[in-house]
C-alpha cells in the first residue's frame, strides 16, 4: 500500500507538474467571473516556473544531499561485500525492446565494475525489483546482472534481491539475503542524492553500511551561481532533489529511515 500510495500521491505533488496544473487553471479562470484570481495565479505559476527551470535553485536544492556522504578514502581496507542499488535502467524500455536500457544514473554500473576488479574477493549483491505501477516492467537485478556479466564479471559472484521495490524494502530484503556479520564492511553504491535515504534505511534494519556515492549531479558550491540553459533541464533536477527530501521526511515520520537527515 505504501508503494503505491507514494507513487500516486508524487503523481499528483510533483512541483513541475504542479506549477503547470496551477499556470492551467488560472489561465481557464481568466474567462469567469474569478479572472483576478486567475491572473494572479497564471502569473505566480509563470513565475515560479521560470525561476525554477532557470536559476540555480535545483543546484541549491540537491547539493546538500550530494555531500553529506563524502567517498570512502583511497586507504580504506577492502570491503567484505558491496551492494548496487537499482535506479539505473529504464525498464519499461528495457522490458519493451528485450535490451539492458540505461539512464542517466547509469555511473552506478560502471562504478560497480571498477569496485569488482578492485575487490575480487568481495561479495556483490544487486538489490532492485520492479518500480512499475501501470506498465509491465523487469526487475533491475535482472537487467544489472545480464549487464555486468558481459562486463566480464564472474556471474557467479553476482547475488541478486528483485523483490524489493523501493529504497527501504533494498535495505529489508537485502539484510534478510546477505545475513551480514558484524564485524563485516560492506559498500553502498548509489547516487550521491540518493545516499542520505539510503543509510538510513540500511541503518533502521540494522546493516551498517559505508557508502560509496556516485552519479553527482553538480559540481558542488561553485554551481550555487550556475544557472540552467533549459528550462526543462532545471525542472527536472528540481524534481529530483524535491522528491528525495519529501521522501526522506515520509520515510522518517514513518519509521522507514534512522534519521530525518542520516549522516556519518
Known amino acids: 500500500m505504501f508503494f503505491y500510495l507514494s507513487k500516486i500521491l508524487w503523481f499528483f505533488f510533483e512541483p ?90 547509469a555511473e552506478r554500473l560502471a562504478e560497480l565494475v571498477v569496485l569488482a576488479r578492485r575487490y575480487p574477493r568481495a561479495r556483490i549483491v544487486i538489490s532492485g525489483g520492479s518500480g512499475g505501477v501501470l506498465y509491465d516492467r523487469v526487475a533491475e537485478a535482472g537487467l544489472a546482472r545480464r549487464m555486468l556479466a558481459e562486463a566480464g564479471l564472474d556471474p557467479l559472484r553476482l547475488e541478486s534481491e528483485d523483490r524489493s521495490r523501493n529504497t527501504f524494502q533494498n535495505a529489508l530484503m537485502t539484510k534478510s539475503m546477505v545475513v551480514p556479520k558484524a564485524s563485516e564492511r560492506w559498500l553502498l553504491v548509489t547516487s550521491a542524492y540518493h545516499m542520505p535515504r539510503a543509510v538510513g534505511c540500511f541503518r533502521r534494519v540494522g546493516f551498517p553500511v559505508v557508502a560509496h556515492p556516485v552519479d553527482y549531479r553538480t559540481r558542488g558550491t561553485q554551481d550555487l551561481l550556475r544557472p540552467f540553459g533549459r528550462v526543462s533541464e532545471g525542472l527536472r533536477r528540481v524534481d529530483l532533489a524535491t522528491r528525495e527530501w519529501v521522501g526522506l521526511v515520509v520515510y522518517y515520520l514513518t519509521g522507514r529511515t534512522s534519521a530525518l537527515l542520516p549522516g556519518r
Open 16 to 105: 513541475s507538474s504542479l506549477l503547470v496544473v496551477l499556470a492551467v487553471a488560472g489561465v481557464l479562470a481568466l474567462f469567469t467571473r474569478w479572472w483576478r484570481a486567475g491572473r494572479a495565479v497564471a502569473t505566480a505559476a509563470t513565475v515560479l516556473l521560470l525561476i525554477a527551470g532557470l536559476s540555480p535553485l535545483g543546484h541549491a536544492v540537491i547539493l546538500p544531499l550530494e555531500n553529506r556522504f563524502p567517498p570512502p578514502p583511497a586507504d580504506a581496507p577492502a570491503p567484505d561485500g558491496i551492494i548496487l542499488l537499482g535506479g539505473a535502467f529504464d525498464t519499461l524500455v528495457s522490458s519493451a525492446r528485450d535490451v539492458s536500457a540505461l539512464n542517466e544514473a
